[in-house]
């Protein structure tokens, strides 16, 4: 059974509390100040901008090197591409070069021309908060629009904005893991008491509700198996997974199947579009009401759709492995979403 919920009582599941907006504009303006000095990284950088030592984030600022610097070249190629459109949009042709979706020159034009003038300052700094928007803007125009728009440094304009989306992105929801707990619960509680509930709530029923039209082929038809959709947003997304990294759900020295899972999710870059957190609840009948072996959860995750530019064997980590059936995995070993299977405390008060 597979049931979405809609309702204007769900709606406040998507509402980012007001409360967190204080704590991300204090890890906001420290983005601000660290990413703005016109210096190469060091070791003590690494600290101030990754204490919980993510690889995504530490192989981004190796390759940023002077965020600085990366800031000035990203903002002369996108003054660069916004000469071009604007030059490409008087040619006599004009219209007859169809933008994606049919999206007007205009539209275009007003789109990079308000990225240009937010993130160059007044002051010869840059906005690090609009780093998102542009690696948006352009991952979006890299995909659908160059063959209208022929812009040669595009690809470039990429890497380097990526390279910064890599950093800003997951630590405006907290650089520390207390910052990263804080904002988390901020954001998601109402979405966590949520799943909680429905983990918790079960209805006893005397026969499947399972279409019989969809029925042929499964082995175990007359099985219960319920499905709940949950829809939610980027932000909710990062504080769910910084709550099941940080908020002590498992022991990493005592587990090492979450130990490799952790060690995978620590190289995603990036949150793509379909980014999947599956929760899975099994029951064991055969087990007492009251012991904790009758239930038991497994999380699946995956980090969404491959974008231009990335390749299938990223992030560089073993991910989650069998533990019947371990074996030493090669270097190019191409990786698979993480699953996790645990004796969960979010279910220890569950009851039948």
């Given at each position: 059974m597979v049931q979405m919920v809609k309702s204007a009582n769900m709606n406040g599941l998507l509402d980012n509390d007001h409360e967190s907006h204080k704590y991300q504009n204090v890890v906001k303006e420290k983005l601000q100040m660290l990413l703005n000095c016109d210096k190469d990284f060091v070791e003590a950088d690494k600290e101030k901008l990754s204490p919980t030592g993510s690889v995504s984030v530490i192989k981004a600022m190796n390759f940023v090197v002077n965020p600085f610097r990366v800031c000035e070249r990203i903002y002369s190629i996108m003054c660069r591409l916004?000469?071009?459109?604007?030059?490409?949009?008087?040619?006599?042709?004009?219209?007859?070069?169809?933008?994606?979706?049919?999206e007007s020159w205009e539209l275009m034009i007003r789109r990079w021309n308000k990225l240009v003038k937010d993130f160059g300052m007044k002051n010869d700094q840059y906005d690090i908060s609009k780093i998102p928007d542009i690696y948006d803007c352009i991952r979006y125009d890299l995909q659908h629009n160059?063959?209208?728009?022929?812009?040669?440094?595009?690809?470039?304009?990429?890497?380097?904005?990526?390279?910064?989306?890599?950093?800003?992105?997951?630590?405006?929801?907290?650089?520390?893991?207390?910052?990263?707990?804080?904002?988390?619960?901020?954001?998601?509680?109402?979405?966590?008491?949520?799943?909680?509930?429905?983990?918790?709530?079960?209805?006893?029923?005397?026969?499947?509700?399972?279409?019989?039209?969809?029925?042929?082929?499964?082995?175990?038809?007359?099985?219960?198996?319920?499905?709940?959709?949950?829809?939610?947003?980027e932000s909710h997304i990062h504080s769910l997974l910084a709550i099941l990294r940080y908020g002590g759900l498992v022991d990493t020295e005592k587990d090492q199947q979450w130990a490799r899972a952790m060690e995978y999710i620590n190289c995603v870059s990036e949150l793509n579009y379909m980014?999947?957190?599956?929760?899975?609840?099994?029951?064991?009948?055969?087990?007492?009401?009251?012991?904790?072996?009758?239930?038991?959860?497994?999380?699946?995750?995956?980090?969404?759709?491959?974008?231009?530019?990335?390749?299938?064997?990223?992030?560089?980590?073993?991910?989650?492995?069998?533990q019947i059936k371990e074996k030493k995995v090669p270097e190019s070993f191409s990786l698979t979403p993480v699953c996790v299977c645990c004796n969960s405390p979010i279910i220890n008060n569950i009851t039948t």
């Amino acid at each position: 059974m597979v049931q979405m919920v809609k309702s204007a009582n769900m709606n406040g599941l998507l509402d980012n509390d007001h409360e967190s907006h204080k704590y991300q504009n204090v890890v906001k303006e420290k983005l601000q100040m660290l990413l703005n000095c016109d210096k190469d990284f060091v070791e003590a950088d690494k600290e101030k901008l990754s204490p919980t030592g993510s690889v995504s984030v530490i192989k981004a600022m190796n390759f940023v090197v002077n965020p600085f610097r990366v800031c000035e070249r990203i903002y002369s190629i996108m003054c660069r591409l916004l000469d071009g459109i604007r030059e490409l949009c008087t040619q006599p042709k004009a219209d007859e070069m169809k933008l994606y979706h049919g999206e007007s020159w205009e539209l275009m034009i007003r789109r990079w021309n308000k990225l240009v003038k937010d993130f160059g300052m007044k002051n010869d700094q840059y906005d690090i908060s609009k780093i998102p928007d542009i690696y948006d803007c352009i991952r979006y125009d890299l995909q659908h629009n160059m063959k209208t728009l022929r812009f040669t440094e595009a690809e470039e304009l990429h890497a380097y904005a990526k390279a910064m989306a890599d950093i800003v992105i997951p630590q405006e929801y907290g650089i520390t893991k207390d910052e990263k707990v804080l904002i988390a619960q901020c954001i998601c509680a109402p979405l966590l008491k949520k799943i909680l509930g429905d983990l918790q709530r079960n209805v006893e029923e005397d026969s499947t509700r399972l279409d019989s039209r969809y029925s042929t082929g499964v082995s175990t038809p007359h099985r219960h198996v319920k499905t709940r959709l949950y829809f939610t947003s980027e932000s909710h997304i990062h504080s769910l997974l910084a709550i099941l990294r940080y908020g002590g759900l498992v022991d990493t020295e005592k587990d090492q199947q979450w130990a490799r899972a952790m060690e995978y999710i620590n190289c995603v870059s990036e949150l793509n579009y379909m980014t999947q957190i599956v929760i899975m609840l099994y029951e064991d009948p055969t087990k007492d009401v009251q012991s904790e072996e009758r239930f038991h959860v497994e999380l699946h995750f995956s980090p969404g759709a491959y974008t231009c530019g990335q390749k299938k064997k990223d992030p560089n980590s073993l991910g989650y492995r069998s533990q019947i059936k371990e074996k030493k995995v090669p270097e190019s070993f191409s990786l698979t979403p993480v699953c996790v299977c645990c004796n969960s405390p979010i279910i220890n008060n569950i009851t039948t």
